[in-house]
Nanobody, 122 residues
Framework: VQLVESGGGSVQAGGSLRLSCAAS????????MGWFRQAPGKEREGVAR???????TYADSVRGRFTISKDTAKNTLYLQMNSLKPEDTAMYYC?????????????????WGQGTQVTVSS
């Protein structure tokens, strides 16, 4: 199983970025995928996830600003981030696990990408 993120970068507050995560190696079409982030000196936190039947969950801090989506045909996960704030600055990771059920706890996920940096300046 391999997860490869892309799309990070630097943006001013109020701007937008779209992260992508290409997944390969899953034997089932139903698996959970999520986005997590970790800022320096802080614990990794769940940002958003989409479960094996397409239901979405968001952290309170990003609800209404971020949108998670998955292109099943391309095995690619996206995170559209709008109205970015300096506190969104972090390394963003894509994660996945086989199965339908999952939440925003990083311990639930088996597979991780290498991360992509998002920096938001004020």
């Amino acid at each position: 199983v391999q997860l490869v993120e892309s799309g990070g970068g630097s943006v001013q507050a109020g701007g937008s970025l779209r992260l992508s995560c290409a997944a390969s190696g899953y034997t089932s079409s139903r698996y959970c995928m999520g986005w997590f982030r970790q800022a320096p000196g802080k614990e990794r936190e769940g940002v958003a996830r989409i479960n094996g039947i397409g239901w979405e969950t968001y952290a309170d801090s990003v609800r209404g600003r971020f949108t998670i989506s998955k292109d099943t045909a391309k095995n690619t996960l996206y995170l559209q981030m709008n109205s970015l704030k300096p506190e969104d600055t972090a390394m963003y990771y894509c994660a996945a696990r086989e199965g339908i059920r999952c939440g925003l706890d990083s311990h639930e996920y088996d597979d991780w990408g290498q991360g992509t940096q998002v920096t938001v300046s004020s």
